[in-house]
């Protein structure tokens, strides 16, 4: 999945609109105006889409965090340079506040069956020999499930 795609999918299923958006940016650290988000959310064949870095990402992340959950006493966290699914997986898991049983029933909601073994070996470290790649499907699947569940009368 691009960073794009799950920007969009994040924004579709809260509802945010684009000053929640760019509040959420700017918890996690990093000033944005309208037209970024805007040329972030298009679909890839406009004219006017723009690509979002990896490190953008990760600080929309983590200021959805801070959104979802509160502020964290401490240093703020350092966005990572190269995301990958397993991270962004990761960020949504901390800001739901999910723990593995309802992960497993947000992916079951749309018809894929992982076990928790599996789900654990996505939040290894990479170096740890259980740890395990999460694919597009897995992330695409559990954002339709946190879709299905926080905005339940989308009808897609």
């Avoid at 979802?68 to 703020?76: A, I, L, N, S």
């Avoid at 897995?138 to 879709?147: A, D, E, M, T, Y």
Wanted: hydrophobic fraction near 35%.
């Amino acid at each position: 999945m691009t960073n794009n795609d799950v920007l969009r999918s994040i924004r579709y299923t809260f509802d945010f609109n684009d000053k929640k958006m760019i509040t959420i940016f700017e918890l996690g650290g990093l000033e944005v105006s309208r037209a970024e988000v805007s040329d972030w959310l298009k679909q890839e064949d406009d004219s006017a889409y723009k690509n979002c870095a990896d490190t953008k990402l990760a600080r929309f992340l983590n200021g959805l965090i801070t959104y979802k959950r509160g502020k964290k006493d401490g240093p703020e966290p350092i966005p990572e340079k190269k995301l990958n699914n397993n991270i962004v997986f990761m960020k949504l898991k901390i800001a739901l506040n999910l723990k593995a049983d309802e992960i497993l029933e947000t992916i079951n909601r749309v018809g894929i069956r992982i076990s928790k073994h599996e789900l654990s070996a996505f939040f290894r470290r990479p170096d740890h020999k259980h740890f395990r790649q999460c694919k597009d499907q897995i992330l695409r699947n559990f954002l339709k499930g946190v879709q299905i569940k926080y905005r339940p009368d989308s009808s897609s």
